[in-house]
Structure formats: structure tokens, C-alpha cells
């Protein structure tokens, strides 16, 4: 394949990716199969990808903070959980296969469908964020660097359920704290994937101006059609990601 067709192919997985993966998560369940069609190595691929990762997150905080959402007091305080098992999953995953975490995954993102299926008779709580992390969410923090830095895939739907129900949060506010905390946690992941070789820059800065652009447009979207509107795409997002990793799809 030639380097136009292979740039406009991962642009555009770009995109679509960036969209996704604001509002929900799992856009890296499109952007890593590309990588790998396009001929990287599954460990070259999952580093390339956080390249991408990283800035589209850093787009996505800008366009909310444009949109008068950010609370940077409390997202750093989330955020710093998250480091020491960044960096220790992501050395983990240039050594180990994920056949069995995925699976688990998988058996997980089902049961965030069914509770959210369950009706909500009381309010969500507060619109924005409480500013005290509890021990529960504490460790669910430091659980979200460990996953995100060893494999990312579907990092964000376990960071949405984990500060939508243990801290109560509106998905307005979920959204705008996950790109935050991922884009905290994936700068020292990127290191050690730097480090051990495992990143193609090229692809990698390619992919991350598609994932940049859909995850601006995508934070516009999640403010101005509200809380809803996300969580019928959220769900849609977890189903089809559950088959993906279950096998089944």
C-alpha cells in the first residue's frame, strides 16, 4: 500500500476514532487493527497508538475548557493515582500477550450495559466533581493506569463507570475528567515505549491529527447534546466492543 493511501486510511481511523473515544471509549478498537493491517507489529502499534492518544485527549481538554468545562484542580488530583500503574503496565505490555485480560474486559463491559439499562430514580448528584477522592476511587485510579499503560483498549468506558459511580458525576463532567486523567497517564506509558522501541512516528503523528480533529468536534457534541445523548452512545460503543473482545463480532 502506498504512504497517500496508508496516510488517508489512518486519518480518517482517526477521526472516527477521536469521536468515539471522547464520548465513550473504544476507538482504539479501530485504530490498532489498523495499525496492525498497515503493517506494524502488535507492540510497535500499541505504542504508536498512544502517540495519537496523547494528543487527541490534549485537543479534547482544550475544547472543553473552550465550552467552560474544566475542573484542572480536581483532574490532576485524579490523575496522579494513575502514574505508578501506567508505568508498570506499560512494561508489562511490551513483554506479555493480553488474550486473557481482554477477555475479561469483555465480560466486564457487559455488566456496565446491564447496570445502565437498570433505571436511575434519583439524581446523578452533583453536575461537576466531589473534590475529595475517596479510598474506592483511589484504587480504581491506580487500576485505570495499570490497564490504560499496558494495552488502552477500552480504557475509557472503565473510567467513565468508575467516576460515574463510585464519585456520582454528570457524563458531561465524566467526559471532561477522562481525557484528562488519560492524557495525564499516557505521557510517561509513551516513555517507555519510546524507550524500548516500540513507536513509528510517522503513522503515529499521521493518526494522531485524525483522533485531535474527531475528539475536538466530539467534546463540542457532548456539551451541547448533553448527558443523554451520550449515554445511548456510550452503551451502543461498550456492546459492540464487548463482541470484539468476547470474539464474537
Known amino acids: 500500500m502506498d504512504s497517500l493511501s496508508s496516510i488517508l486510511i489512518l486519518f ?35 505504542g504508536t497508538n498512544r502517540v495519537a492518544i496523547f494528543l487527541q485527549n490534549g485537543s479534547a481538554i482544550y475544547s472543553f475548557r473552550r465550552e467552560n468545562y474544566s475542573e484542572f484542580g480536581l483532574s490532576l488530583k485524579m490523575s496522579l493515582f494513575t502514574i505508578p500503574g501506567a508505568v508498570l503496565g506499560a512494561i508489562i505490555s511490551t513483554k506479555l500477550s493480553n488474550e486473557t ?100 512516528w510517522y503513522y503515529g503523528l499521521t493518526l494522531a491529527a485524525g483522533m485531535a480533529t474527531g475528539a475536538w468536534w466530539a467534546a463540542k457534541f457532548a456539551v451541547k447534546k448533553g448527558e443523554k445523548l451520550i449515554k445511548i452512545v456510550l452503551m451502543v460503543a461498550v456492546f459492540i466492543m464487548s463482541l470484539k473482545l468476547l470474539g464474537l463480532f
Open 12 to 46: 480518517f481511523v482517526g477521526v472516527a476514532a477521536g469521536f468515539i473515544n471522547v464520548n465513550a471509549g473504544g476507538g482504539s478498537t479501530l485504530t490498532l487493527p489498523t495499525l496492525i493491517f498497515l503493517g506494524l507489529d502488535a507492540s510497535i502499534a500499541n
Open 101 to 200: 485480560f481482554e477477555f475479561i474486559l469483555g465480560i466486564v463491559m457487559i455488566l456496565i450495559i446491564l447496570t445502565m439499562l437498570i433505571p436511575n430514580k434519583k439524581k446523578n448528584g452533583y453536575e461537576k466533581g466531589n473534590e475529595k477522592v475517596d479510598f474506592k476511587s483511589a484504587l480504581a485510579l491506580i487500576g485505570i493506569g495499570l490497564y490504560g499503560g499496558f494495552i488502552q483498549v477500552g480504557v475509557g468506558f472503565i473510567v467513565m463507570a468508575s467516576l460515574k459511580y463510585l464519585m456520582k458525576m454528570n457524563l458531561i463532567y465524566v467526559n471532561m475528567h477522562k481525557v484528562f486523567i488519560i492524557l495525564f497517564y499516557t505521557f510517561p506509558a509513551i516513555l517507555i515505549f519510546l524507550l524500548t522501541d516500540n513507536i513509528n
